[in-house]
Structures are given as structure tokens and as C-alpha cells.
């Protein structure tokens, strides 16, 4: 069953997907690679990923930097708490986490995002590993957080199980992920995809964590797992950017879904598309020619 909150996302998804043009009539595979039909979520993640680091760090990283704060504070992270930082990207929860006298272990899928965190934290002990595969002993974590990594996950439920076998009696789980169906910053460039009519392409999965983004069923999902007191709460903020920054370090580098359909179209669908999104981002419009976009997400917390 498809809860109320995300119809309106299938919705769209049917809605474009129906009102793609005739092949030939504009969308030309340039930049990204073509899946299959039933290519797996894995597969499509690890080439979503793969050569994005430093494109990620630069843009998008930045934005969520903004909950690694409340994610730690969640996390109860102080000084000598043991940590694992799930899907540490950039490293930007793992730094904080060390400032604060924290000691860290560090996992992500991609090696690229594994180096650029070890580069960013120095001494920082970072393993590759592809969730939810957790190659590490039961009970041997205070704490386990992810700054938006469950939403990347084939099977969050597992993931989450994981991460309970991996936490001590007493410890504490918090989790970020955005809310659904996406909105503000997270929409913008789809906005302005759907408005120049470049479809959602069949060949792009829709991932296992869709149902999962909002507050009910993220909660849900760890007291599934056994946090008997798992909820999850919105988190909002707005994200001050340049608006041809966003563009550039988003859209044009490949980053995230969006930035996969922009990357396969041909440069006057390109343009099609930068007209349209200009005129949305105006929207947002603040002072010294930026924009500010809102970021809503929901953070999760449970305790083992």
C-alpha cells in the first residue's frame, strides 16, 4: 500500500513517465550510464556514487552538514563515547564527532567518498563496506549514526537490525533521512524537469527507503528492528546558496537522481531545463543574489 503522504510522489513519477516525448524527440544518453529494467538498487547506487566525491562535498555536503549537530546530540556523543559513523561520505559527521573527544570507526560503499573522509579527518580508521553488511563484532558501539545514508540503502529493514547487533545494551541510533515526497531544495531541479517535460527514465529504480520518509514509518522502521523506543522527528532548515553554485555542483555534476537525468540530455534540453529551474530558484530568491532552500528531513533515535 502506498501511504497518502508519497501517492502524490508515484503519482508524479506515472504522470511524467507517461508524458515522455517519442525517442529521438530530445533525450540523448550523453553523460550517464543506462540500466536495464531490473537493474538492482545496488548496482544503480554504487554507479550514482561512483567519481562524486569531491562534485558531493562541494554542494550538497554542505547542506547536510547543517544535522550532523542534532544527529550527535541524538547519539548522546561525547567524549569517549565509541562510535560508528554509517555511510560517512565526506567525513563531515565523523570530524565532528572526533572534535568532541568521540572515538570513530567510519564505513561507506565508496571508496572515492571512503579516501576524501580519511583526507578530511586525519587518522580516522575508514572502512569500505556496502550496507547493510556490517563486518563487525556485536555489542562493540555507544552509539551508531547515519547522516542520510539509510535512504541509499537496498534493505534498510536489515540495516537497521545490523546496526542494533553492532550497538551495546543502552546504546543509542539516530539516523537522518529527507522527508517524502521531496520538497524545497531536495525539488527544485526535479521541478524544473518535469516543467521542460524530460521524463523520469524506466531504467532508474525507485528506492526500497521511498515509503519509509516520513515520521510514522521511519520510527516504525526501528522499533521493527527492536528499539522498542524508536520515533523520528522533522528537522527543518533553510540552505543559503548561490543558485548557479546549486546548478553546477548538483544538476551539472551528476549528483544524486536529478543530476543522472540532467547528465543524459543533449545541451539544448540542458538549456530547456536551466531556463525552467532559474525561474523556480527565484522563488527562494534572498539577499546578494542567493537563494535559500528548505530542507526538510526527518531525524530517527532509538536506544538498543
Known amino acids: 500500500m502506498v501511504r497518502p503522504g508519497l501517492a502524490a510522489c508515484a503519482q508524479r513519477l506515472r504522470r511524467i513517465r507517461r508524458n515522455r516525448p517519442p525517442d529521438g524527440d530530445g533525450v540523448a544518453v550523453l553523460a ?3 540500466y536495464g529494467v531490473s537493474v538492482d538498487f545496488d548496482t544503480y547506487e554504487r554507479d550514482l556514487w561512483d567519481g562524486r566525491a569531491d562534485a558531493y562535498q562541494s554542494g550538497f555536503a554542505r547542506m547536510t552538514a547543517w544535522s550532523v549537530g542534532p544527529l550527535l546530540d541524538a547519539a548522546a556523543v561525547t567524549s569517549g563515547t565509541r562510535v560508528l559513523d554509517a555511510g560517512t561520505g565526506p567525513g563531515i559527521v565523523s570530524r565532528e564527532a572526533v572534535r568532541r573527544g568521540a572515538d570513530v570507526i567510519a564505513l561507506d560503499a565508496d571508496p572515492g567518498m571512503a579516501a576524501t573522509a580519511r583526507a578530511n579527518v586525519p587518522g ?5 563496506a556496502i550496507l547493510p553488511d556490517l563486518p563487525l563484532p556485536d555489542a562493540s558501539f555507544d552509539a551508531v549514526v547515519g547522516n542520510f545514508v539509510i535512504n541509499h540503502v537496498s534493505r534498510p529493514e536489515e540495516a537497521v537490525r545490523q546496526f542494533a547487533r553492532v550497538l551495546r545494551p543502552g546504546g543509542k541510533l539516530a539516523l537522518t533521512c529527507w522527508e517524502m515526497p521531496p520538497s524545497g531544495a531536495l525539488a527544485l531541479v526535479s521541478e524544473a524537469l518535469e516543467e521542460a517535460g524530460v521524463p523520469v527514465p524506466d531504467d532508474i529504480p525507485t528506492p526500497p527507503f ?5 515520521t510514522g514509518p521511519f520510527g516504525g522502521l526501528l522499533r521493527d528492528a527492536g528499539f522498542a523506543d524508536g520515533e523520528a522527528a522533522r528537522l ?10 546549486w546548478w553546477t555542483t548538483g544538476a551539472l ?3 544524486g537522481v536529478n543530476g543522472v ?6 545541451p539544448p534540453t540542458v538549456d530547456k531545463i536551466k531556463v525552467a529551474y532559474d525561474r523556480l530558484a527565484a522563488r527562494y530568491a534572498t539577499s546578494g543574489g542567493r537563494i535559500a532552500l528548505p530542507a526538510n528531513a526527518l531525524l530517527a533515535t532509538g536506544t538498543r
Open 32 to 34: 550517464a550510464p543506462t
Open 124 to 128: 580516522l580508521d575508514v572502512r569500505e
Open 210 to 214: 521511498a515509503e519509509l520518509g516520513q
Open 236 to 245: 527543518r532548515w533553510l540552505h543559503e546558496v548561490d543558485p548557479e553554485d
Open 253 to 255: 555534476a551528476r549528483i
Open 261 to 266: 537525468i540532467v547528465s543524459r540530455q543533449d
